[in-house]
T-cell receptor, first 115, second 117 residues
């Protein structure tokens, strides 16, 4: 149980384009989803927290207009990187949790490369 | 505010030897503590967690960790390392905020475990 998927697993795009990453909880309803980015050989940095049906809460220093997050249902959250630039290249990981467990279950990650 | 410090960015052991990965935390509220494992180019897999109750927590793959409040530690151990244990391990603390339905995680820097034959 507690499986989280992400799509795509890898994406390459041109600078200036937008990229959408999906995060799905497959066998449970996720009241909260989290988005992280991870640079090579570094730890995970929380970008934002989203609750179903509410606006996402962004961490300090994360541009909300650049990283658009939508959590429209209890099983799906999306992260859209708008007008991507090479410095946005990173590994993006989502996680999902339910109201009772306070345990985050992580997706497999999406490798974004912006050329 | 919360923080996590993992002592040692790299740990190397021989197959069959004891694994000890160190984690110290700071938290202004009673913490929830987690250990996750990450294999290359993959997401994180939960190994074990401490919320309340028994301070010695057993997880998957033979790992266990002990919550020591007096030492603010949550070290991860395994009696006998396997080659398949080679991965990166992250300790994390949750901000068990009252009145909210979720816990924001703060991660340590990670420890890469290498297992030699």
């Amino acid at each position: 149980g507690a499986v989280v998927s992400q799509h795509p697993s890898r994406v390459i795009c041109k600078s200036g384009t937008s990229v959408k990453i999906e995060c799905r909880s497959l066998d449970f309803q996720a009241t909260t989803m989290f988005w992280y980015r991870q640079f090579p050989k570094q730890s995970l940095m929380l970008m934002a927290t989203s609750n179903e049906g509410s606006k996402a809460t962004y961490e300090q220093g994360v541009e909300k207009d650049k990283f658009l997050i939508n959590h429209a249902s209890l099983t799906l959250s999306t992260l859209t990187v708008t007008s991507a630039h090479p410095e946005d290249s990173s590994f993006y990981i989502c996680s999902a949790s339910t109201s009772g467990t306070k345990t985050q279950y992580f997706g497999p990650g999406t490798r974004l490369l912006v050329l | 505010a919360q923080s996590v410090t993992q002592l040692g960015s790299h740990v190397s052991v021989s197959e069959g030897a004891l694994v000890l990965l160190r984690c110290n935390y700071s938290s202004s509220v009673p913490p929830y503590l987690f250990w996750y494992v990450q294999y290359p180019n993959q997401g994180l897999q939960l190994l074990l967690k401490y919320t309340t109750g028994a301070t010695l927590v057993k997880g998957i793959n033979g790992f266990e960790a002990e919550f020591k409040k007096s030492e603010t530690s949550f070290h991860l151990t395994k009696p006998s390392a396997h080659m398949s244990d080679a991965a990166e391990y992250f300790c994390a603390v949750s901000d068990q905020a009252s009145g909210t339905s979720y816990g924001k995680l703060t991660f340590g820097q990670g420890t890469i475990l290498t297992v030699h034959p």
